[in-house]
């Protein structure tokens, strides 16, 4: 593992704790008047267009016909079926509650990891995590009520949960695939081919027909710009530092801070609704990532780039 100053690693993962956070919000405003799928699909072309030649002028060796087979794989899940999942689920559920049901994804992959041949099996403190996890997820998108407010949409969060789930089994793929040596081209790789996966996920549900480019606002173009240089470049490029410099499970602590920024800039920016029973489940399932990260250290993929 390369050493690092602390002050470069605690910068990193500030921005990643933000700019991850913050995508959520800035996904919700994209699509207010861009399709969803189309507008994940801009994104990531944009970006991988952006990371590919820059990956290669750095001395990357071309791709081999087999990189690009895992890359489909991989975005096929991670950004078709869970990022896209998302995008198209946050014209539905809040970006804030959205943040928090990704931050579910370690559960997910506690699963996966065990379900999988010589899997490593859960202990007692990573359990009872996952009893909290399922707990706080009853607790936001059951029928009960909590300070008179209903309960989130249940197709949102069907979608929600199976786009954490696919990202999660992609990220658990990730690990083995074969891909190029240079994390920074196998990333450029993948999200070209999940920027076209998105599009035709979208043309192929009508979004075509119900795009209007006139129509598109200046806050969903600003948007945009902000998820594919920031949140697809800078706070990646970032993360992926961090795995090479910190422990896996420091660099995912992620998953559980992500939410609390979502779910306050949500109420601060977009006046979405802040409630008791949403800070009650807040604080429940970040408490459960909290167990389950803490417990495995270490042990989390070194693939599981953030879902937003």
């Not at 994104?43 to 016909?65: D, E, K, M, N, T």
């Not at 429940?284 to 042990?299: H, K, N």
């Amino acid at each position: 593992m390369t050493r690092a100053e602390p002050w470069k690693i605690a910068a990193a993962l500030a921005s990643i704790y933000f700019i991850w956070g913050s995508t959520y919000l800035a996904i919700r405003f994209a699509i207010e008047t861009i399709p969803p799928f189309l507008m994940a699909g801009t994104r990531f072309i944009l970006a991988g267009v952006l990371l590919y030649p820059w990956a290669r002028w750095r001395g990357s060796a071309p791709p081999q016909p087999a990189h690009w087979k895992s890359a489909l794989i991989i975005s096929g899940l991670l950004l078709l079926g869970g990022n896209g999942g998302v995008s198209w689920a946050e014209q539905r559920v809040p970006s804030g509650l959205t943040a928090l049901m990704i931050s579910t994804v370690p559960l997910w992959m506690v699963f996966l990891d065990w379900l999988r041949p010589k899997g490593t099996r859960p202990g007692g403190q990573v359990f009872i995590g996952l009893a909290a996890g399922l707990i706080g997820m009853i607790l936001l998108v059951g029928p009960g009520e909590i300070s008179g407010q209903s309960s989130v949409d249940r197709l949102g969060a069907m979608v929600l949960i199976l786009a954490a789930l696919s990202w999660s089994i992609g990220s658990i793929y990730s690990r083995s695939a074969l891909l190029p040596p240079s994390p920074l081209l196998a990333t450029a790789m993948e999200m070209l081919m999940g920027g076209l996966l998105l599009w035709a996920a979208g043309l192929a549900t009508g979004e075509g027909a119900r795009l209007n480019i006139s129509g598109v606002s200046l806050l969903s173009l600003a948007s945009l710009a902000y998820l594919v240089f920031f949140g697809s470049i800078i706070a990646f490029s970032a993360y992926i530092w961090l795995l090479q410099v910190t422990t896996p499970a420091r660099a995912s602590t992620y998953a559980f801070v992500n939410p609390v920024v979502a779910l306050f800039l949500g109420w601060l920016l977009a006046g979405e609704p802040l409630t008791f029973r949403t800070l009650i489940a807040a604080a429940i399932i970040v408490l459960a990532v909290m167990l389950i990260t803490t417990a495995r250290q270490g042990q989390l993929p070194q693939k599981a780039e953030a879902i937003s």
